[in-house]
């Protein structure tokens, strides 16, 4: 089992910046590709960011790509993102998720075995 914890999610205006925190217990992090997705009020729960197992490889959606940034610290058993020049549509809830041995790179909801409560990410216009 992991447990998954997410926090740092809450309200900013467009064009201002919020770091996401994912704190992992139970079994070993560092055995697990880890990324972040998320939901908008109404719609499917999107791909967003990925990290490999050792941070070497990082994969981001079209739409995040030169925004966001995926990190991981093996040492403190946490996972990042750090969503710069926020937007409106980056409104959602943002969950993050542990794969063992994903079939895909980036990771899809399928691949995931571990998923945390979820953080509300605001942004106003």
């Known amino acids: 089992q992991v447990q998954l914890v997410e926090s740092g999610g809450g309200l900013v205006q467009a064009g201002g910046s919020l770091r996401l925190s994912c704190a992992a217990s139970?079994?070993?992090?560092?055995?697990?590709?880890m990324g972040w997705f998320r939901q908008p009020p109404g719609k499917e729960r999107d791909f967003v960011a990925a990290i490999s197992r050792s941070g070497g490889s990082t994969y981001y959606a079209d739409s995040v790509k030169g925004r966001f940034t995926i990190s991981r610290d093996n040492a403190k058993n946490t996972v990042y993102l750090q969503m710069n020049s926020l937007k409106p549509e980056d409104s959602a809830v943002y969950y993050c998720a542990a794969a063992y041995f994903p079939t895909n790179w980036p990771p899809v909801l399928s691949d995931c075995d571990y998923w945390g409560q979820g953080t509300q990410v605001t942004v106003s216009s």
């Open positions: 139970g079994r070993t992090f560092s055995g697990y590709a």
